[in-house]
């Protein structure tokens, strides 16, 4: 029997044989992480000055301009659905509007109207929050994990077809 890691300090037994290979048990720890660190990534960017997905979005047009309401849910890997209720949001605090695009008036491009120094600063908090996280690692194992998480991404794509940098799921 294996036992992994649920919050800071407990520990949770786990049925699994480990045998020769630790597979199992990693792919339960790596759920349990991977639950742990949206929570706590999620705290991080309120503490920051908005949810997370708000963030990202803001984040995306501050970096690339006005973008293209697809491009956005494209490039946050969100559903349409998703994007229109944090413009819907973003648009009703002031920190966005919607624009008509120059050239085809089907297309709704969507523009920050907030300071675009408050939009990094708040996204420059957030993230170094999240590398502060890395902190307790060495630069050895920092680099492991670096390289690791990269070639976990590559099976992904390659299994999926699929980015999945930067998905949230479905809340918005």
Not at 29 to 51: C, H, N, P
Not at 63 to 72: R, S, V, Y
Request: with cysteine; hydrophobic share 40%; charged share 25%.
């Amino acid at each position: 029997m294996s036992t992994v890691s649920s919050e800071p300090g407990a520990r949770v037994a786990l049925d699994i044989p480990i045998g020769d290979s630790p597979t199992p048990a990693l792919a339960v720890q790596t759920g349990i992480f991977v639950d742990a660190f949206e929570r706590w990534a999620g705290r991080k960017a309120i503490e920051a000055g908005a949810s997370a997905p708000r963030l990202r979005l803001l984040n995306a047009v501050l970096c690339h301009g006005p973008q293209k309401m697809a491009d956005l849910a494209e490039a946050l890997t969100v559903t349409p659905r998703n994007v229109t209720a944090l413009v819907d949001g973003l648009e009703g605090d002031g920190l966005v509007r919607r624009i008509p695009h120059t050239t085809d008036r089907r297309v709704t491009l969507v523009e920050l109207t907030c300071s675009r120094d408050r939009v990094a600063s708040q996204f420059q908090t957030y993230q170094a929050s999240i590398e502060r996280l890395f902190e307790v690692l060495t630069v050895e194992d920092q680099g492991t994990l670096l390289r690791l998480l990269g070639t976990l991404h590559d099976r992904l794509q390659s299994d999926s077809g699929c980015s999945v940098v930067g998905a949230d799921g479905p809340d918005a």
